[in-house]
């Protein structure tokens, strides 16, 4: 990455993506260095259109004293496309991707003794979420042998709960599905798109990766699939996130919530359930080098969350709030969401 720097001779000039450079020795004079101070800047998506990608902004410092400037010491990926040292006005090209992402820099003197140190994130908004599965991420909550219950208009599922929920604690998310995919508008969900196909199974979703994703280039993934034709193991799902990481080679990085599945009624297809759960749990957990969640959706229902219908594999309407909850704690707790009144 090429950084055009306006500063003084002591500038510690084109520090590079994910790397440290500039001044460490210095402290406040007291011999402890100081404090570090977080600050964030909320972006839109729009806001980014209107100034063609760039982010024109002067980062949080005091620079009264005498001869003091900024010395960058981590960016984030995508470009700076000119920095001053003095004023601390930035011109920042992200990555493509729209998590959030900060940069971390000190203040010095003109001695190089460190004055401050900062952390300033960058958070746009909203992030791109593809909520990915079968029926029970389409929202049936039931099967009456012949049709999927409630209509597909009406279908909400996690969704309504999650993205209601999400909205109430100001994380904003832009729900994506393929064209033909939208369900919920008529039961109040407000972004119904999804990616949810009842019927299908793991090999469905490894054929259409690619499709989908060219569709819509999304930030986060919530996958819930291996309810339909329950395999014995969750190579399927490693596959899927091998294909994934490749696609992700050349464009932007795509973080993975995957869960366990649900709870089945059938005391054979539970047992089946369970089988495949815990393949996917070694199998997520080898994959030291992904952006991928493990999420635990298995563990936070119960038979009593699943519906009566005859199959007994689709969560009633608590089961649902169930889930939303768990998909809720998982986005936060992994960092995979920020927003800038809650800074982690």
């Not at 260095?33 to 259109?49: G, H, K, R, T």
């Not at 010491?73 to 493509?96: H, I, K, N, R």
């Not at 064209?179 to 407000?190: E, I, N």
């Not at 050349?250 to 709870?263: E, Q, Y």
Request: glycine share 8%.
């Amino acid at each position: 990455m090429q950084a055009a720097c306006s500063s003084s001779d002591d500038d510690a000039s084109s520090p590079t993506a994910g790397t440290t450079e500039g001044t460490t020795e210095g402290t406040t004079g007291g011999g402890e260095p100081p404090a570090l101070e977080v600050s964030c800047e909320a972006i839109s998506a729009s806001q980014l259109q209107n100034t063609s990608g760039v982010i024109s902004t002067v980062l949080p410092a005091d620079l009264s004293v005498a001869g003091a400037q900024i010395a960058i010491q981590v960016l984030p990926e995508g470009q700076l496309a000119s920095f001053d040292a003095q004023t601390g006005a930035v011109d920042y090209v992200p990555g493509a991707s729209r998590l959030s992402t900060e940069v971390s820099y000190q203040v010095i003197d003109a001695n190089d003794n460190v004055l401050a140190s900062h952390k300033h994130q960058w958070v746009v908004n909203p992030v791109r979420v593809m909520p990915l599965g079968d029926s029970i991420t389409a929202g049936v909550e039931f099967f009456d042998g012949s049709n999927d219950l409630p209509p597909q208009a009406l279908r909400v599922g996690y969704r309504k709960f999650l993205y209601d929920r999400l909205s109430q604690q100001g994380y904003a998310v832009d729900f994506q599905g393929q064209g033909g995919q939208s369900a919920g508008a008529d039961a109040g969900l407000v972004d119904p798109e999804n990616n949810g196909y009842p019927g299908v199974d793991i090999d469905f979703l490894n054929a259409k990766l690619n499709e989908q994703l060219a569709e819509d280039n999304v930030d986060i993934i919530l996958l819930h699939i291996g309810t339909n034709n329950t395999p014995a193991d969750a190579a399927g799902i490693d596959q899927w996130l091998d294909a994934l990481d490749v696609w992700e080679a050349t464009n932007n990085p795509v973080i993975a919530l995957v869960a366990t599945i649900v709870p089945e009624r059938d005391a054979t297809r539970n047992a089946q359930t369970d089988v495949f759960n815990n393949d996917l749990r070694q199998r997520i957990a080898a994959r030291t080098n992904d952006r991928v969640v493990l999420v635990e959706q298995n563990l936070a229902l119960t038979l009593d969350d699943i519906s009566t219908e005859a199959i007994g594999v689709h969560p009633n309407i608590g089961g649902y709030e169930k889930m939303a909850n768990v998909w809720f704690d998982a986005l936060i707790d992994s960092g995979a969401l920020k927003k800038c009144d809650a800074v982690q």
